[in-house]
């Protein structure tokens, strides 16, 4: 029988991998001569988009490996930008699966794992999304993760956490797809 925390970690660690997974197919949309393309993200290139991506997920690596995450983020490699991300995905997912840390810190504050990787998940799902509409090629996301993640957001973003971070949420129907209120409620137009 599993207890309760490693219940939480496995469904965090879970949620981060499906994320991954649906980022990992818009970034088959990437060629390299859409890197200049606006994104969602407002002032950022589709370059700047994968660069900030690689950095989350070295944070999110290093909050698996070492139980920590440091506030210097290493440099993300040479060669392609698509390529390395993919890697680092892998990496990341490889090194969820081997740990039982029960928390990571964060800034000096503890966090459980399980919220770790849950606001890990919503990230990168994002920021998969934001991919695709760079790309010119909108991908929604899987109903089933979208609506896990819309349940999640609240609990990780507030109206004092979107200044600087996040646009105004977008007005949408209650009844657009999940991925549609997902994407809306963190400030992109659907």
């Given at each position: 029988?599993?207890?309760?925390?490693?219940?939480?970690?496995?469904?965090?660690?879970?949620?981060?991998?499906?994320?991954?997974?649906?980022?990992?197919?818009?970034?088959?949309?990437?060629t390299p001569g859409l890197m200049s393309r606006p994104t969602p993200c407002r002032d950022w290139d589709l370059a700047d988009l994968l660069a900030h991506?690689?950095?989350?997920?070295?944070?999110?690596?290093e909050a698996a490996d070492l139980g920590h995450v440091g506030l210097d983020v290493p440099e993300a490699g040479a060669g392609d930008p698509v390529a390395?991300?993919?890697?680092?995905?892998?990496?990341?997912?490889?090194?969820?699966?081997?740990?039982?840390?029960?928390?990571?810190?964060?800034?000096?504050?503890?966090?459980?794992?399980?919220?770790?990787?849950?606001?890990?998940?919503?990230?990168?799902?994002?920021?998969?999304?934001?991919?695709?509409?760079?790309?010119?090629?909108?991908?929604?996301?899987?109903?089933?993760?979208?609506?896990?993640?819309?349940?999640?957001?609240?609990?990780?973003?507030?109206?004092?956490?979107?200044?600087?971070?996040?646009?105004?949420?977008?007005?949408?129907?209650?009844?657009?797809?999940?991925?549609?209120?997902?994407?809306?409620?963190?400030?992109?137009?659907?």
């Open positions: 029988m599993i207890d309760e925390g490693a219940a939480a970690l496995i469904g965090g660690v879970g949620l981060l991998e499906r994320a991954v997974n649906y980022t990992l197919g818009s970034l088959h949309l990437v991506m690689n950095d989350s997920l070295l944070a999110l690596q390395v991300l993919r890697d680092r995905a892998c990496r990341l997912l490889g090194a969820w699966a081997g740990t039982d840390r029960p928390e990571a810190s964060v800034g000096g504050l503890a966090l459980h794992t399980s919220i770790l990787t849950s606001t890990g998940a919503i990230e990168v799902a994002a920021h998969g999304w934001d991919v695709a509409q760079a790309c010119g090629r909108p991908r929604p996301l899987p109903p089933a993760l979208a609506e896990e993640l819309l349940e999640l957001v609240p609990l990780f973003i507030g109206d004092d956490d979107r200044a600087g971070r996040f646009d105004p949420a977008v007005a949408v129907s209650p009844t657009a797809p999940a991925s549609d209120r997902l994407v809306a409620f963190l400030g992109r137009r659907p």
